[in-house]
């Protein structure tokens, strides 16, 4: 599963996740920084990606339009890199299996 990464969330997630989610990109190195939510989701739709976000707006999108693409949406508040980090490999068995449902559109990932 590759990601398509939210400007709301850190572009060094990329390389931070490499080993975990190869050919992710961050939207601000794709030329979509201050794009809108739509086009960010005709993007990831088109790429194949699934996009990681802590913006309400794509949980919402993933209710009514359903997948592609996935929504993986991060319940971290303000929350720094690190502790996103260890909230996604924490919870990579739950990622792979979020991806293999093809009828699963959104996946909720929480700090505990």
Same mark, same amino acid.
Do not use: C
């Given at each position: 599963?590759?990601?398509?990464?939210?400007?709301? $969330?850190?572009p060094s997630l990329v390389s931070l996740l490499s080993d975990l989610f190869p050919g992710s990109e961050h939207t601000y190195a794709v030329g979509l920084g201050? /794009?809108?939510?739509? %086009?960010l989701w005709e993007y990831a739709r /088109? =790429? =194949? +990606?699934a996009i990681?976000?802590?913006?309400?707006? +794509?949980?919402?999108r993933a209710f009514v339009s359903g997948a592609p693409p996935k929504v993986i949406w991060l319940d971290v508040g303000n929350? =720094?890199? /690190?502790?996103?980090?260890? $909230?996604? %490999? %924490?919870? %990579?068995?739950?990622?792979?299996t979020f991806n293999e449902s093809p009828d699963a559109a959104l996946l909720v990932l929480k700090l505990r």
């Amino acid at each position: 599963m590759k990601l398509l990464i939210d400007e709301n $969330l850190s572009p060094s997630l990329v390389s931070l996740l490499s080993d975990l989610f190869p050919g992710s990109e961050h939207t601000y190195a794709v030329g979509l920084g201050g /794009a809108t939510d739509t %086009r960010l989701w005709e993007y990831a739709r /088109a =790429g =194949g +990606f699934a996009i990681l976000s802590k913006d309400n707006d +794509f949980r919402q999108r993933a209710f009514v339009s359903g997948a592609p693409p996935k929504v993986i949406w991060l319940d971290v508040g303000n929350a =720094g890199t /690190a502790p996103i980090v260890e $909230l996604l %490999r %924490r919870s %990579r068995l739950r990622i792979e299996t979020f991806n293999e449902s093809p009828d699963a559109a959104l996946l909720v990932l929480k700090l505990r």
